[in-house]
């Protein structure tokens, strides 16, 4: 049985991914700027490769928020089913829901294209 509740936390659970794969994608940009400079510069080779690293796990993790904002979705668009089928679809919770959705399917348009 899906409730207000539910939709609720599931809508913010989507924001908090969407939001988190923004701070990613940022981090990139700033760790690959980093290690350009330190390449520049003719930093020494250790300390290149520690940072090369860290930009490689910051970019791992891109495609891990894609997957988790991508299950985080489905539910969220299952909640808004259920609701829809219980005769509740209605309310302020209800239009943040489908903003949220349409933000993140957005993203996922931007990726693929």
């Given at each position: ?5 539910n ?9 908090r ?19 350009a400079?330190?390449k ?8 290149l ?5 860290v930009l490689?796990?910051s ?22 089913t259920?609701l829809e ?21 957005k ?7």
């Open positions: 049985m899906a409730t207000i509740r939709l609720k936390i599931k809508t913010a659970a989507c924001k991914i969407v939001k988190e794969l923004h701070s990613y994608e940022k981090e990139v940009e700033r760790e690959a700027a980093k290690t400079a330190m520049e510069k003719g930093a020494d080779p250790y300390d490769k520690q940072q090369e690293n490689a796990e970019r791992m993790m891109i495609p891990d928020c894609y997957k988790r904002l991508e299950s985080s979705l489905a539910d969220l668009k299952g909640i808004l259920e089928e219980a005769k509740q679809k209605e309310g302020p919770e209800v239009t943040e829901a489908e903003n949220t959705i349409a933000d993140a399917e993203l996922f348009q931007t990726k693929q294209g």
